[in-house]
């Protein structure tokens, strides 16, 4: 284990001299996300100028929920972001094959490969709005409640990327996975809002499915005081059984690797 | 005259051909695009139905109206999508292609204006099936056929002014690096800026008047608004006269600014 926090210090040392020897573009890059998260943002507070609660939420409670989307998908684009393009710039270009042949886990060396500072946009927004939003409601930020905080953006983090890592497998078979964790990871799209919106059915899939609504719905409803039972607390679990299910596939996986040849 | 003109018809009806091989050889994209899409159209659903909760109207559009508009805004977003340049020409100069690209004998902008296009109407075509699930979530489109023809003439107008200025902003690509953070960052603004998210009706009137000048609003808020009922009919020529007049300025400005930033281009080879 210390030997693989030392190599990712490495990686990421290295990385960051990359980014950093063009500053405007690294500065772009990370503000990038911040601007397209901002529209989605705006179409909320658009409509909250005209309505006071959105399904008994109101704007300051809508903006919790959006943040703490906003942090768990951040460390899967800080962190992970290679899981999105195994297929096409490793699998398909016959670059995987280097990852075979070095002491390290294929896995770590593929995560560990890329930083992407564009997860940065995510981050400092859901920080901006966690914090504003939490501030305008009164939540008091004792021990427990930044305990519970740390844990659920964690736990939001690795079912993001538990969720694009069991997809990305595809690409030991089709080579280009984009289009099938694409569809998957949209699905976040719907935990930006509080999943009492939707039917019982889209609520069954976004905890049990495809369960983004641990990202941002249940944790929002322990920081609000709202009463919605175990599920506030079942985070942590949900992120370490999918990155089990991932590594599996991911072994899976890797068993069927047929390199490009030459 | 005659032979000249077929032979430019000729050329880039050609390119224009090749727009739905290049859209469809990878079925898996477009299924994706489907899959992509109908989520955003059932989330978009819910969210609007539960806007309207306890209101039936709200700054004068009731919900089956606001309803019809957003699911139209998602399923004609092709005509904000398809305009953007920053990614393409990032792509051309980081490949070397823009080389080949300028050395053909066309007029690049014609050439990428008529691509552009017919990936737009393959676009189009491929939102077919999205329509149905539309009409399944609510969506209530007119059967008027004027405020279709309208909605036509407007949205392509719309889709020409933007491409001109997308090809403005598409020119930053030959000064910076980071194309796939400014491409984000397009697509977010527009995502807004266009009125797909939300109507501008719903909006505080000095954005809506801030937005209603920018071209984004131009491809799919303008027309939809004519679809959907939110603007009169007798608007229509005011506004094409006005688009016009945008393409007028935006078409020569547009090119000046491509022959400024093209000199930029170092392209190695041997």
Known sequence: MPRYVSLYSLFLRQRLKILMEYRVNF????????????????????????IPLLNGWTYEELLLVYGLLALSKSLTYLFADNLW??????IRTGGFDRFLVRPVDPLFHLLADRFDHQGLGHLIIGGILVSTASARLGITWDLPHLLYLVVAVLSGGLIFIGLNLITCVSAFWIMDSVPV???VFDMNEFAKYPLSMYNRGVQFVLTWLVPYGFASFYPANYLLGRDVGVLVW??????V???????RLWLFGLRHYASTGS | MALALGRTVRRYGGMASMAPKFFLAYSIWVWMEWAVQTIALIITSFFWRAVYTDQTVIAGLAQSQTLTYVLLALIFAPFVHSTGMIYNFGYLLKEGQIAVELLRPLDFQ??????????????LILQVPLFIVALFLGMQPPLDPRLWAVFLVTAFLGHAVLFCFDWMLGCLAFYVTEIWGLSVARYGFTLFAS??????????????????VL??????????????????????????LAQLAALAVLLPLSRWVFRVAVRKVTVQGG
Do not use: C, H, K
Not at chain 1, 85 to 90: L, P
Not at chain 1, 241 to 247: K, M, N, R, S
Not at chain 2, 110 to 123: D, F, I, K, P, S
Not at chain 2, 223 to 229: A, Q
């Open chain 1, 85 to 90: 393009t195994v297929g096409r710039e490793y």
């Open chain 2, 195 to 212: 009125g797909l998210l939300v109507p501008l009706a719903l909006m505080p009137d000095w954005l809506a008047g801030i937005l209603n």
């Open chain 1, 27 to 50: 500065f772009i890059g990370a503000v990038s996300t911040l601007i397209e998260q901002t529209a989605g943002l705006l179409t909320v507070w658009v409509v909250m100028q005209r």
């Open chain 2, 110 to 123: 014609a050439g990428q204006y008529v691509w552009r296009t017919a990936e737009l109407w393959v676009g």
């Open chain 1, 234 to 239: 079942l985070g942590p679990a949900v992120a």
């Open chain 1, 241 to 247: 059984t999918l990155l089990l299910i991932g590594y």
């Open chain 1, 181 to 183: 964790t694409r569809v």
């Open chain 2, 215 to 240: 071209p984004f609003a131009q491809a799919l808020y303008v027309p939809l608004s004519f679809l959907t009922g939110i603007a009169p009919l007798s608007d229509a020529p005011r506004v094409w």
